[in-house]
């Protein structure tokens, strides 16, 4: 069985940074892509932003040139650094991933930035 277990996320201040990190476990063939969506309280899911299996990445335009998505091929991973982040950032994070033609879905982490 496939699961996505996601790790990082708490509280920063504005202007900080933080890691999310996304490890898919279990009997895997192929990663086609990985990524994030956000929710904030009383606002819709946002997509955050997800990167291919050649590596392309696709990003919110409230998040680019600051939020990097990277994946790591050979443990199963992806992760989202995010840098210079701003209090309209904070949400609850949650990772998904299109693995052997199946979606998943992440348990969902925090991210608070206070101004």
């Known amino acids: 069985q496939v699961q996505l277990v996601e790790s990082g996320g708490g509280s920063v201040q504005a202007g900080g940074s933080l890691r999310l990190s996304c490890a898919a476990s279990g009997t895997i063939s192929s990663i086609n892509y990985m990524g994030w969506y956000r929710q904030a309280p009383g606002k819709q899911r946002e997509l955050v932003g997800f990167?291919?299996?050649?590596?392309?990445?696709h990003y919110a335009d409230s998040v680019k040139g600051r939020f990097t998505i990277s994946r790591d091929n050979a443990k199963n991973t992806g992760n989202l650094q995010m840098n210079s982040l701003k209090p309209e950032d904070t949400a609850v994070y949650s990772c998904?991933?299109?693995?052997?033609?199946?979606?998943?879905w992440g348990q969902g982490t925090q991210v608070t930035v206070s101004s």
């Open positions: 990167i291919t299996s050649g590596g392309t990445t």
């Open positions: 998904f991933g299109h693995i052997d033609s199946t979606l998943y």
